[in-house]
């Protein structure tokens, strides 16, 4: 019996000790699942309140069709103020087709909560960090991608009516699932002189024709009709404006880029964004989640932006080098250079506004779906791959014929006798239900990497020493170990934020002389004229800047780094 | 005798609260931002025609109204007027109130086929700094901004350090000085190392080191001027002009309620810069078919072209038609595509209409005898109303300054042509002593705290920027007229003329000619690059879609020329010989009608 209760107990004890189970999680989420509006709702109201304690949800905002914008704060009061510490802000899905971004923020805020007190990385993350999620941005167009008859493409734009065809008329030409499946597909027609024919391979796929081949088929469109008697089909679709176009910085009116709204922030969304950034001064780093190419970008977005300052380009490059190894077959690029212009975006609206850096994570790549043996590198190189036929071959035998619909013939109002047909909507552009915990959880990580490199400072006494008539030289030391300094040279540069302080003050200590201790080896200080007690500075990425007083008195002296963006840190000295 | 003067005086009472607006408004003293307001509430509550619309509130708490006056609302085409938007034009905002005032009153004819929307302060937060009891040239609203990033917010603002209720300059004699005083000048130039000038003054504004960090005045109180902070060519990184373009309520509720009146066909600025004195001028290309620009790298890979190559436009078009396989690409959405950025200059054929408009404006104030010699207005700033009006808003738009100082007679000969003053041209202070000579405060020694003996002295704020109120209703009065031509300018369209062929049995041919019998176009050339105003469109009812042999049920036009600039619409219908179809046209702000037509008549 006594060998019994002590084999329970020792039960128990491993069962304590080891990684919770989904029995022991307070919320169970799935993550083999693309959560819709309500359910997004549900879970972000499941986790305030089984985390009372650690999480805060609020409405920021409502979109242009009254829903409501989630955002999540999650912080360990026990441990300070969420404006204390660095923030990290996460956002998903500003274009409303691109989903699982949104799982991405799901999936982070479920696993910092579940996971506090349990892994030392999160608990350490969230008692040092504040972290602000938006988890959907676009929560109309998003909304729709699960209510409307939808498809990959379809909803990326916000719900404002815009005139897409300068006829006087607005929106007035979308999509219409004409075979009432709740998808929209694509659509095409038997012609003889159409450019496309039946592929050899795959007689779902269609390929184009020599010059010298009979043709087969024409592809007319999405699915739809010529609802205003233009002669065009779906020439009008709901919306256009694009809210990673509307954000302010280098806004360009939309002659100038496509989708980018009368003027900055004039979607809802976008404004409520703006203003809840703006509130939140220790913002550190940001995210925005996309759906495509398997990316990790960073600006400059155009010519309009200047080039960056060098030593912040190499912080993007440490944390973005490094999410290549978190995130296999992603790549880090620079988004003017390596994708195209953009304007008003909201990772270029970061900085050089705030001046805050950010990434810009596109989730999915065609790699996601290869049917066949070889490397990341070969898929992403070839340009010869079919890589439609090895998608086709991996919904048959892999995602079970789930991914694509096979062509079946309708009547047309206008065409008459044509094909509707393809990859469905939950396809292309988003891994498969089985795929998505892993990407979740890689991404997560990777956020979780940054947050371990927001500033962190540290302060030591370099020097104390007696230079006679009541007189002490001090020499302090502000480091920071990790790679996101305490402001970037950005906002340095142009005032975005405010200046970090380092002071020392104390009852009966007259500060004499102080200044940044250039060359401690040479003596060489940059004095500063007015009130040496405060010195205003920054500490760079993996740096530190080194303070020399010179203070008259004896007694205690406080010395103190204070910084937005980092947690505040003393030291005190006697003599 | 006395009871029938007590109910005399009771009745004038009386009448006075009813019909507040009875009330003439005069200009014996500037309008502050309240009063412009109650004077707005009078109107609108003397006339039904009349609306005050609320458009929220600027950060120091005041009140943004926007009138309106008009007898057909949103269905007449509509004229915007924006007044002293950057809170440093006093004249602009008794002029928009006069405006207001002669709309409800003589002018009223011009409200019926016009709805103006007046704004008569975009900026009432700085525009309340010619009000204060210390008067100070600083112009932005109250939103606290850390000019200085320090700790602190709006702490080092101006003082009047010697009591007399103006904010001027200091000038200490300093080592490090960088002017020089001007024989027979009360003012400083810079100081030239070649002439050798020992006797250096460094300058500041008036006031003292509040924060003790060596700077004076640097995070003075509020920190936007809302008529810096549109979006075209917004200044960003720049003091004043906001955090991003539209970040300030006064800025981004006029464009909101301004792309929320389609019908609005002109902008009007009265501020401080005058673009029918000095019209812009323009490198534009009329025609870019011919320009060479870089070919882009992702059509370069889908062409087939050499990356890093450049061709001409329209080449350009024709091989992007070809390779993306789509024949309707048009010209607007390449330049889009390959990122030519947005332009800076007006279409030179806007310019052409807005040359002979500036031609009848020199001629007006001839006639008024308001064309004296006066100093050039400065241009528009950048991010500014005026800008955003033309360049993205996309509407015919002319700002007015109604007064700059006048050249004094002896300009060309006394005037230093160096740096002056900061602030100030060499030219606006000779005009200045000459206009107003109490408008320069004479250096006088003072103790100052921080920096020692230094004197005080300098432009009397305002002096520059507002003429002296004797002045104001005459200058109102020979030259605010010139809007109501200006309102004659709007484009009108309506179908010239209608005809009916038969071309067989039941089948009839339906020409219509729409046409523009207003002097501006519809919608300007640069509107056209913008896609603002939406084009005319004259649609054919009365027949089902599938009987139009020929044409598309709505005809668009793109645009139509002003003075006559004629399109034609077409149709081949099968129809029942003598039924009728209708014609709407319509149009966002340039009117539009409906015309029934039989369908009948002789063969070709």
Same mark, same amino acid.
């Given at each position: 019996?006594?060998?019994?209760?002590?084999?329970?107990?020792?039960?128990?004890?491993?069962?304590?000790?080891?990684?919770?189970?989904?029995?022991?999680?307070?919320?169970?989420?799935?993550?083999?699942?693309?959560?819709?509006?309500?359910?997004?709702?549900?879970?972000?109201?499941?986790?305030?309140?089984?985390?009372?304690?650690?999480?805060?949800?609020?409405?920021?905002?409502?979109?242009?069709?009254?829903?409501?914008?989630?955002?999540?704060?999650?912080?360990?009061?026990?441990?300070?103020?969420?404006?204390?510490?660095?923030?990290?802000?996460?956002?998903?899905?500003?274009?409303?087709?691109?989903?699982?971004?949104?799982?991405?923020?799901?999936?982070?805020?479920?696993?910092?909560?579940?996971?506090?007190?349990?892994?030392?990385?999160?608990?350490?993350?969230?008692?040092?960090?504040?972290?602000?999620?938006?988890?959907?941005?676009?929560?109309?167009?998003?909304?729709?991608?699960?209510?409307?008859?939808?498809?990959?493409?379809?909803?990326?734009?916000?719900?404002?009516?815009?005139?897409?065809?300068?006829?006087?008329?607005?929106?007035?030409?979308?999509?219409?699932?004409?075979?009432?499946?709740?998808?929209?597909?694509?659509?095409?027609?038997?012609?003889?002189?159409?450019?496309?024919?039946?592929?050899?391979?795959?007689?779902?796929?269609?390929?184009?024709?020599?010059?010298?081949?009979?043709?087969?088929? =024409? #592809?007319?469109? *999405?699915?739809?009709?010529?609802? +205003?008697?233009?002669?065009?089909?779906? !020439? %009008?679709? @709901?919306?256009? &404006?694009?809210?990673?176009?509307?954000?302010?910085?280098?806004?360009?009116?939309?002659?100038?880029?496509?989708?980018?709204?009368?003027?900055?922030?004039?979607?809802?969304?976008?404004?409520?964004?703006?203003?809840?950034?703006?509130?939140?001064?220790?913002?550190?780093?940001?995210?925005?989640?996309?759906?495509?190419?398997?990316?990790?970008?960073?600006?400059?977005?155009?010519?309009?932006?200047?080039?960056?300052?060098?030593?912040?380009?190499?912080?993007?490059?440490?944390?973005?080098?490094?999410?290549?190894?978190?995130?296999?077959?992603?790549?880090?690029?620079?988004?003017?250079?390596?994708?195209?212009?953009?304007?008003?975006?909201?990772?270029?609206?970061?900085?050089?506004?705030?001046?805050?850096?950010?990434?810009?994570?596109?989730?999915?790549? =065609? #790699?996601?779906? *290869?049917?066949?043996?070889?490397? +990341?590198?070969?898929?992403?190189?070839? !340009? %010869?791959? @079919?890589?439609? &036929?090895?998608?086709?071959?991996?919904?048959?035998?892999?995602?079970?014929?789930?991914?694509?619909?096979?062509?079946?013939?309708?009547?047309?109002?206008?065409?008459?006798?044509?094909?509707?047909?393809?990859?469905?909507?939950?396809?292309?552009?988003?891994?498969?239900?089985?795929?998505?915990?892993?990407?979740?959880?890689?991404?997560?990580?990777?956020?979780?990497?940054?947050?371990?490199?927001?500033?962190?400072?540290?302060?030591?006494?370099?020097?104390?020493?007696?230079?006679?008539?009541?007189?002490?030289?001090?020499?302090?030391?502000?480091?920071?170990?990790?790679?996101?300094?305490?402001?970037?040279?950005?906002?340095?540069?142009?005032?975005?934020?405010?200046?970090?302080?380092?002071?020392?003050?104390?009852?009966?200590?007259?500060?004499?002389?102080?200044?940044?201790?250039?060359?401690?080896?040479?003596?060489?200080?940059?004095?500063?004229?007015?009130?040496?007690?405060?010195?205003?500075?920054?500490?760079?990425?993996?740096?530190?800047?080194?303070?020399?007083?010179?203070?008259?008195?004896?007694?205690?002296?406080?010395?103190?780094?204070?910084?937005?963006?980092?947690?505040?840190?003393?030291?005190?000295?006697?003599? | 005798?006395?009871?029938?003067?007590?109910?005399?005086?009771?009745?004038?009472?009386?009448?006075?609260?009813?019909?507040?607006?009875?009330?003439?408004?005069?200009?014996?003293?500037?309008?502050?931002?309240?009063?412009?307001?109650?004077?707005?509430?009078?109107?609108?509550?003397?006339?039904?025609?009349?609306?005050?619309?609320?458009?929220?509130?600027?950060?120091?708490?005041?009140?943004?109204?926007?009138?309106?006056?008009?007898?057909?609302?949103?269905?007449?085409?509509?004229?915007?007027?924006?007044?002293?938007?950057?809170?440093?034009?006093?004249?602009?905002?008794?002029?928009?109130?006069?405006?207001?005032?002669?709309?409800?009153?003589?002018?009223?004819?011009?409200?019926?086929?016009?709805?103006?929307?007046?704004?008569?302060?975009?900026?009432?937060?700085?525009?309340?700094?010619?009000?204060?009891?210390?008067?100070?040239?600083?112009?932005?609203?109250?939103?606290?901004?850390?000019?200085?990033?320090?700790?602190?917010?709006?702490?080092?603002?101006?003082?009047?350090?010697?009591?007399?209720?103006?904010?001027?300059?200091?000038?200490?004699?300093?080592?490090?000085?960088?002017?020089?005083?001007?024989?027979?000048?009360?003012?400083?130039?810079?100081?030239?190392?070649?002439?050798?000038?020992?006797?250096?003054?460094?300058?500041?504004?008036?006031?003292?080191?509040?924060?003790?960090?060596?700077?004076?005045?640097?995070?003075?109180?509020?920190?936007?001027?809302?008529?810096?902070?549109?979006?075209?060519?917004?200044?960003?990184?720049?003091?004043?002009?906001?955090?991003?373009?539209?970040?300030?309520?006064?800025?981004?509720?006029?464009?909101?309620?301004?792309?929320?009146?389609?019908?609005?066909?002109?902008?009007?600025?009265?501020?401080?810069?005058?673009?029918?004195?000095?019209?812009?001028?323009?490198?534009?290309?009329?025609?870019?078919?011919?320009?060479?620009?870089?070919?882009?790298?992702?059509?370069?890979?889908?062409?087939?072209?050499?990356?890093?190559?450049?061709?001409?436009?329209?080449?350009?078009?024709?091989?992007?038609?070809?390779?993306?396989?789509?024949?309707?690409?048009?010209?607007?959405?390449?330049?889009?595509?390959?990122?030519?950025?947005?332009?800076?200059?007006?279409?030179?054929?806007?310019?052409?209409?807005?040359?002979?408009?500036?031609?009848?404006?020199?001629?007006?104030?001839?006639?008024?005898?308001?064309?004296?010699?006066?100093?050039?207005?400065?241009?528009?700033?950048?991010?500014?109303?005026?800008?955003?009006?033309?360049?993205?808003?996309?509407?015919?738009?002319?700002?007015?300054?109604?007064?700059?100082?006048?050249?004094?007679?002896?300009?060309?000969?006394?005037?230093?042509?160096?740096?002056?003053?900061?602030?100030?041209?060499?030219?606006?202070?000779?005009?200045?002593?000459?206009?107003?000579?109490?408008?320069?405060?004479?250096?006088?020694?003072?103790?100052?705290?921080?920096?020692?003996?230094?004197?005080?002295?300098?432009?009397?704020?305002?002096?520059?920027?507002?003429?002296?109120?004797?002045?104001?209703?005459?200058?109102?009065?020979?030259?605010?007229?010139?809007?109501?031509?200006?309102?004659?300018?709007?484009?009108?369209?309506?179908?010239?003329?209608?005809?009916?062929?038969?071309?067989?049995?039941?089948?009839?041919?339906?020409?219509?000619?729409?046409?523009?019998?207003?002097?501006?176009?519809?919608?300007?050339?640069?509107?056209?690059?913008?896609?603002?105003?939406?084009?005319?469109?004259?649609?054919?009812?009365?027949?089902?879609?599938?009987?139009?042999?020929?044409?598309?049920?709505?005809?668009?036009?793109?645009?139509?020329?002003?003075?006559?600039?004629?399109?034609?619409?077409?149709?081949?219908?099968?129809?029942?010989?003598?039924?009728?179809?209708?014609?709407?046209?319509?149009?966002?702000?340039?009117?539009?009608?409906?015309?029934?037509?039989?369908?009948?008549?002789?063969?070709?």
């Amino acid at each position: 019996m006594k060998h019994l209760t002590l084999t329970l107990s020792l039960l128990l004890l491993l069962l304590s000790l080891s990684p919770a189970h989904a029995d022991d999680y307070k919320v169970n989420l799935r993550w083999d699942h693309f959560y819709d509006y309500q359910q997004t709702e549900d879970a972000l109201r499941q986790l305030s309140k089984a985390y009372s304690g650690l999480a805060s949800l609020q409405s920021i905002g409502r979109s242009e069709e009254g829903r409501d914008l989630w955002q999540l704060t999650i912080n360990n009061p026990a441990t300070g103020d969420d404006l204390d510490k660095p923030g990290i802000y996460v956002d998903g899905t500003i274009h409303g087709n691109e989903i699982q971004a949104t799982e991405v923020s799901l999936y982070l805020a479920w696993y910092l909560l579940e996971n506090y007190g349990d892994i030392a990385t999160v608990t350490e993350a969230v008692d040092r960090n504040a972290f602000y999620i938006v988890p959907t941005v676009n929560v109309d167009s998003r909304a729709r991608f699960f209510e409307d008859a939808s498809n990959y493409n379809i909803g990326r734009s916000a719900r404002v009516p815009y005139d897409d065809d300068r006829d006087g008329l607005l929106d007035e030409d979308g999509y219409d699932d004409l075979d009432g499946d709740g998808e929209i597909l694509r659509m095409r027609v038997a012609d003889p002189t159409g450019p496309y024919r039946t592929s050899p391979d795959d007689p779902r796929l269609m390929v184009r024709r020599k010059p010298w081949e009979q043709g087969e088929w =024409r #592809i007319i469109e *999405r699915e739809g009709i010529d609802n +205003d008697g233009d002669g065009q089909i779906n !020439e %009008d679709l @709901p919306g256009q &404006l694009d809210m990673n176009r509307n954000y302010g910085g280098t806004w360009q009116p939309p002659y100038v880029q496509y989708g980018a709204g009368d003027y900055p922030m004039s979607a809802k969304p976008t404004y409520a964004v703006g203003q809840f950034v703006l509130s939140k001064p220790n913002l550190a780093f940001n995210w925005a989640f996309h759906n495509y190419g398997g990316l990790i970008v960073r600006g400059p977005g155009s010519e309009l932006d200047g080039p960056y300052p060098p030593s912040d380009i190499k912080v993007f490059d440490f944390l973005g080098e490094e999410g290549e190894k978190i995130l296999p077959g992603y790549e880090y690029i620079v988004s003017k250079d390596d994708l195209y212009s953009t304007y008003g975006d909201f990772d270029g609206f970061m900085y050089q506004t705030f001046g805050v850096l950010g990434f810009v994570q596109e989730l999915h790549n =065609r #790699i996601n779906d *290869r049917y066949r043996k070889m490397t +990341d590198d070969e898929w992403v190189a070839d !340009e %010869d791959v @079919p890589w439609e &036929l090895e998608r086709l071959r991996f919904n048959d035998n892999v995602a079970q014929g789930t991914m694509f619909k096979d062509w079946t013939t309708i009547q047309h109002p206008q065409l008459g006798e044509v094909q509707v047909g393809g990859w469905r909507a939950f396809t292309t552009r988003m891994q498969q239900p089985f795929q998505l915990q892993e990407m979740l959880h890689r991404n997560a990580a990777h956020v979780l990497f940054t947050a371990k490199h927001t500033p962190e400072i540290e302060l030591e006494l370099l020097e104390q020493t007696d230079l006679g008539n009541d007189l002490t030289r001090l020499r302090v030391r502000a480091s920071n170990r990790h790679a996101i300094p305490t402001l970037t040279a950005k906002a340095w540069q142009h005032r975005l934020a405010p200046k970090d302080l380092f002071t020392l003050s104390g009852r009966g200590l007259e500060v004499v002389s102080g200044g940044i201790l250039q060359d401690p080896f040479l003596d060489i200080v940059r004095p500063v004229e007015h009130q040496p007690g405060t010195i205003y500075t920054r500490l760079p990425s993996f740096g530190h800047v080194d303070v020399q007083w010179i203070v008259q008195g004896n007694g205690k002296a406080t010395v103190r780094y204070h910084a937005v963006k980092a947690m505040d840190r003393e030291l005190e000295v006697r003599f | 005798m006395k009871r029938i003067a007590i109910l005399f005086l009771v009745a004038v009472v009386v009448v006075s609260l009813i019909l507040p607006g009875l009330a003439a408004v005069t200009h014996a003293s500037y309008h502050p931002p309240m009063l412009l307001l109650d004077a707005f509430h009078d109107l609108a509550r003397a006339s039904r025609d009349v609306t005050l619309h609320d458009l929220g509130n600027t950060p120091g708490g005041a009140p943004l109204a926007l009138l309106e006056i008009g007898a057909r609302g949103n269905n007449a085409p509509g004229i915007l007027v924006v007044a002293n938007m950057t809170g440093d034009a006093p004249l602009a905002s008794e002029a928009a109130l006069e405006l207001a005032q002669r709309l409800t009153g003589d002018w009223s004819d011009a409200a019926h086929e016009v709805t103006w929307y007046i704004y008569a302060c975009g900026n009432p937060d700085g525009y309340a700094s010619f009000f204060a009891p210390v008067k100070m040239e600083r112009f932005t609203n109250a939103k606290p901004v850390n000019n200085d990033a320090d700790r602190l917010v709006d702490e080092d603002g101006a003082d009047d350090i010697n009591g007399d209720s103006v904010i001027t300059m200091i000038r200490q004699r300093h080592p490090e000085g960088e002017f020089v005083a001007v024989a027979d000048k009360p003012y400083m130039k810079s100081a030239d190392p070649a002439e050798g000038q020992a006797a250096r003054y460094r300058l500041f504004p008036e006031g003292i080191d509040n924060d003790l960090d060596g700077s004076i005045n640097e995070d003075q109180t509020g920190g936007v001027n809302p008529g810096y902070n549109f979006p075209h060519n917004w200044p960003m990184h720049t003091d004043n002009a906001g955090l991003w373009a539209a970040s300030e309520t006064e800025s981004r509720e006029l464009m909101r309620f301004a792309y929320d009146h389609t019908n609005i066909a002109m902008v009007l600025v009265f501020g401080r810069s005058n673009t029918l004195r000095s019209v812009p001028e323009t490198d534009r290309k009329a025609d870019l078919l011919n320009e060479s620009f870089a070919v882009p790298g992702w059509l370069a890979r889908r062409a087939g072209l050499k990356r890093g190559s450049s061709m001409k436009l329209g080449e350009m078009l024709t091989i992007t038609r070809d390779a993306l396989s789509r024949p309707g690409v048009t010209v607007d959405q390449l330049l889009g595509w390959i990122s030519t950025g947005a332009e800076t200059e007006p279409h030179p054929k806007d310019l052409v209409y807005w040359n002979a408009i500036a031609s009848r404006y020199t001629a007006f104030l001839d006639s008024t005898g308001a064309n004296g010699d006066r100093l050039d207005p400065p241009p528009p700033v950048d991010g500014s109303v005026e800008e955003w009006a033309y360049f993205q808003y996309g509407t015919p738009t002319f700002a007015l300054d109604f007064w700059t100082l006048p050249t004094p007679d002896s300009a060309d000969d006394d005037s230093v042509d160096t740096d002056t003053e900061p602030g100030y041209a060499d030219a606006e202070l000779d005009a200045l002593l000459a206009y107003d000579p109490s408008a320069w405060v004479a250096w006088k020694p003072f103790d100052h705290a921080t920096l020692g003996r230094v004197e005080i002295g300098g432009v009397r704020p305002f002096a520059t920027l507002a003429p002296k109120q004797d002045e104001v209703e005459g200058l109102i009065d020979t030259q605010l007229p010139f809007v109501l031509e200006l309102s004659d300018l709007l484009p009108r369209v309506s179908i010239d003329s209608v005809a009916v062929t038969e071309r067989a049995s039941g089948v009839y041919e339906l020409d219509a000619w729409i046409t523009n019998t207003g002097f501006l176009p519809y919608p300007t050339w640069h509107g056209q690059r913008t896609q603002r105003p939406s084009p005319v469109t004259l649609t054919l009812e009365g027949v089902d879609a599938a009987s139009i042999l020929e044409g598309r049920p709505r005809h668009v036009c793109d645009l139509l020329e002003g003075n006559g600039g004629s399109e034609r619409a077409r149709w081949v219908v099968t129809a029942r010989p003598g039924s009728e179809v209708t014609l709407t046209l319509w149009s966002s702000s340039a009117g539009g009608e409906q015309r029934q037509v039989t369908l009948k008549g002789g063969r070709r």
